[in-house]
């Protein structure tokens, strides 16, 4: 009788679970130092893996005056590779959202980063400024496993603290840009201090990046799980009998015309495509202006990225902190001030002449600009709850769109030099933050009005706040 009672708790409530869970199972609460099945378990994997997608993708720039020298590329045909990066981002994140809608996060993420490992592995076999740009683009598809990331994130914990677990998954993966800036020029010293040549030691490092991306693509595929409770394929036939779900079609459909999803891909395209841009220029910025040796521009560029550890997720934090405060209203008024901040302070940086003084503005900017991007991230899962892939696809690829017009525009081939591309982009921040005045929820209000009295968008359409 025991037996059949505890069997019928299960089938009411559903698994016992290591920590507390709201109605849906999801988390509420992070426990970091938790690997515990299934929530803290995914939320490992999968910054994890992103972690070392950034690490493959950003191996590259800071060995740039090495590859530079043996492949003859010019300065058109660094920023053009640089372009090349972003712009498969940018299809691949677009895509990659509607995926997780269709097979989960796990599967996506995982097939993605096993594609795209030997293409990193590849990089070594480059000849040509042709076949180096076309590498470049095919390793920035790997980027798109952040949409994998952040959907697994709001698909396991709950709206209370969301935007922490997106701020500090992908914070915690955004690192491994920084790492690698100062991990490759590591990886290339050890190489030639055995003897080996400097244009045959750059391609022989690059079988660290592919392989770690290839390992945590297998943990991931081996150890991780969709949803709280189970992966898509066992939570498909178990919900047979129930009400069907949206078609990819109108899930598609419903996601595209949310005119909230592109104000925040712009919003996205202006501070965490900023922060690519800078990760993709900042070594070779030090380099030349300031005329440090390779290891040291390579060391301060990766405190650039290694504040992602902190900024993003307090990001996260703000947001949700915000939220309990003021609601939507908070989540946004506090993106507006934290992007606004960053982009004063990125003209800054490209107007001060003294080393020790870019390295502090640098760094203050490096906080900003990430605590904005987990600021945006802390309201993405509140705008569509059935196109929840396709607003996170359209938010991270604008977050490429926003790198791509940057570097574009400012560093590929300018008249101009960097640092007053760097000032030109801080200006581009501040006004490309202003359209997030235009967001507005009918159940929640914007930044400037409360809730409409009459709405009709509910439960189905938006999740609740609490």
Excluded at 31 to 49: I, K, N
Excluded at 149 to 167: D, K, P
Excluded at 242 to 254: G, M, T, Y
Aim: aromatic share 12%; proline share 4%.
């Amino acid at each position: 009788m025991e037996v059949a009672e505890l069997g019928a708790e299960f089938i009411r409530n559903g698994p016992a679970f290591a920590l507390p869970v709201d109605s849906d199972h999801k988390a509420t609460e992070l426990r970091l130092y938790s690997c515990a099945h299934p929530h803290m378990r995914a939320f490992h994997l999968s910054w994890v893996s992103l972690y070392a997608c950034f690490f493959s993708t950003f191996a590259i720039p800071p060995l740039l005056p090495i590859i530079r020298d043996n492949l003859n590329l010019t300065d058109a045909d660094i920023g053009n590779a640089g372009i090349a990066s972003f712009i498969g981002s940018i299809f691949s994140r677009l895509s990659m959202g509607p995926v997780c809608d269709l097979i989960g996060p796990r599967h996506a993420s995982a097939t993605l980063s096993l594609l795209t490992a030997p293409i990193v592995f590849a990089t070594s076999l480059a000849s040509s400024a042709q076949a180096f740009i076309l590498l470049r683009f095919l390793i920035g598809f790997s980027l798109a496993n952040f949409v994998a990331n952040q959907f697994w994130m709001t698909s396991m914990f709950s709206g209370r603290i969301v935007g922490l677990a997106n701020g500090v998954s992908a914070g915690w993966a955004n690192v491994g840009s920084g790492a690698t800036q100062l991990v490759m020029p590591l990886i290339y010293s050890l190489i030639t201090n055995l003897g080996v040549t400097s244009f045959t030691a750059w391609r022989v490092a690059f079988i660290i990046p592919a392989t770690f991306q290839a390992v945590t693509a297998l943990l991931v595929l081996v150890y991780g799980q969709d949803l709280p409770d189970g992966n898509y394929g066992e939570i498909r036939p178990r919900r047979a009998n129930e009400k069907p779900k949206d078609s990819f079609l109108e899930v598609l459909h419903h996601g595209l015309r949310n005119y909230r999803g592109w104000i925040l891909g712009l919003i996205y395209g202006f501070c965490f495509g900023v922060e690519l841009t800078i990760d993709n220029i900042i070594a070779q910025y030090f380099y030349d202006r300031f005329d440090v040796e390779i290891r040291i521009s390579g060391a301060i560029a990766a405190s650039f990225g290694l504040a992602n550890i902190v900024s993003r997720p307090m990001g996260g934090i703000l947001s949700d902190e915000m939220a309990k405060r003021f609601g939507i209203r908070g989540r946004l008024w506090s993106l507006w001030v934290v992007m606004t901040v960053a982009g004063l302070l990125c003209v800054l940086l490209g107007r001060v002449n003294s080393l020790a003084v870019s390295i502090i503005v640098m760094c203050a900017f490096s906080f900003f600009v990430q605590a904005a991007s987990g600021l945006t991230f802390g309201v993405v899962p509140f705008v569509s709850k059935r196109s929840l892939g396709v607003i996170s696809g359209i938010t991270g690829s604008g977050g490429t769109v926003g790198s791509v017009t940057t570097q574009l525009l400012l560093f590929s081939g300018s008249s101009f030099p960097k640092e007053t591309g760097i000032s030109l982009m801080g200006a581009m921040m501040v006004v490309f933050s202003l359209p997030v005045t235009l967001i507005y929820f009918p159940q929640w209000g914007g930044m400037f009005c409360g809730p409409s009295k009459y709405q009709n968008a509910i439960g189905q359409d938006y999740y609740l706040l609490e």
